[in-house]
């Protein structure tokens, strides 16, 4: 079976500092796999090297992405033009910037569907009802005509999360998708992308620092530090028997409902201190070697 999604050796580097170090991870068809890390980690980044969205001083380095088998980095930019949005998507992280404030819902939806599905301006805005429907938007045809601050953040989150599986998607990238929101919104907001990634058939790269959500919803999980993988696996595996020393400091660091909050620990800065100057200490490993 080939993979959906492929990283290997993943390198990028943001002027002279590298934010990913030689990341590799695998999604399978219909897998949830989550990705894991305190902030900085890279998480974002590896997102934006999928979508070729790296920020202007940004270049990847070193490795390779691949869809489907076949090569992202190599392939001619209108090609992977026609893949994102389509067959790969994002739910952003930022709701609130993602939609262009002075469009329409229904312009905006409307846009995305014709131009990936070749749908009629009419066929398209009724396609765009039904979406909003499938994320339990109520009233849809009203909310169509409404601009981006006219409705919640939590609609405008399902508003991403509908525009994202429009097209029936092969992988969807979610960076944090619940992380701006309150509890019970990040609640539905989850049980949605696990509804519309099931009927859709789509995988799903879960980006996220809440090992809570991926033990609630990703089957396999990549633990990134200074852009580095840590430790990989089931994440049932590595919830309970986990290897590396962040992991499990993460997981003392993670409230759960069978512990008392006291029971919390921070992840000690200590460690953190460690892997940050073994990160850079393979940066000058390399440095050394490509010399
Ligand atoms: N536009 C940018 N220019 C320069 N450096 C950046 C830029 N965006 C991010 N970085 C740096 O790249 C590194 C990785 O950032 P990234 O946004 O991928 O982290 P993240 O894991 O997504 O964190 P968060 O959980 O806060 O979203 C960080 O050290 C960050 O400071
Ligand atoms: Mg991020």
């Known amino acids: 079976m080939t993979a959906t999604f492929t990283v290997e050796g993943l390198k990028v580097a943001i002027g002279a500092a590298n934010v990913l170090r030689g990341v590799s991870l695998e999604v399978q068809p219909g897998e949830v796999r989550g990705l894991v890390g305190e902030s900085g980690a890279g998480k974002s980044m590896l997102g934006r090297a999928v979508l070729g969205l790296l920020p202007a001083n940004a270049a990847v380095t070193a490795g390779r992405i691949a869809f489907e088998g076949r090569d992202l ?8 033009r026609r893949l994102l949005g389509r067959r790969i998507a994002l739910i952003p992280q930022d709701p609130m910037t993602s939609l262009n404030p002075v ?4 312009a905006q939806i409307g846009n995305l569907l014709r131009h990936h599905l070749d749908l009629s301006k009419r066929t398209a805005l009724a396609r765009a009802a039904e979406l909003l429907t499938e994320v339990a938007i109520r009233e849809p045809e009203r909310v169509l005509a409404l601009y981006p601050h006219e ?37 539905q907001v989850l049980q949605l992308v696990e509804r519309l990634r099931l009927r859709h058939g789509s995988a799903v790269l879960f980006v996220t620092h809440d090992l809570g959500v991926v033990a609630k919803i990703c089957r396999s999980m990549t633990v990134l530090h200074a852009g580095r993988v840590l430790e990989e696996g089931e994440t049932a595996n590595v919830l309970t028997r986990p290897r590396h020393a962040y992991t499990r400091a993460l997981l003392a660091a993670t409230p759960r409902a069978d512990r008392p909050a006291e029971a919390l620990r921070p992840v000690p800065p200590a460690l953190i201190e460690q892997l940050w100057s073994e990160a850079h200490r393979l940066d000058d490993v390399a440095a050394v070697d490509a010399a």
């Open 103 to 106: 469009k329409r819902i229904g």
């Open 73 to 80: 980095l190599a392939m001619a930019e209108a090609e992977r």
């Open 151 to 187: 409705i919640s953040g939590g609609m405008r989150q399902r508003v991403l999360i509908a525009m994202a599986f429009a097209c029936d998607p092969a992988l969807v990238i979610a960076d944090e998708p619940t992380t701006a929101l309150d509890v019970t919104v990040q609640r």
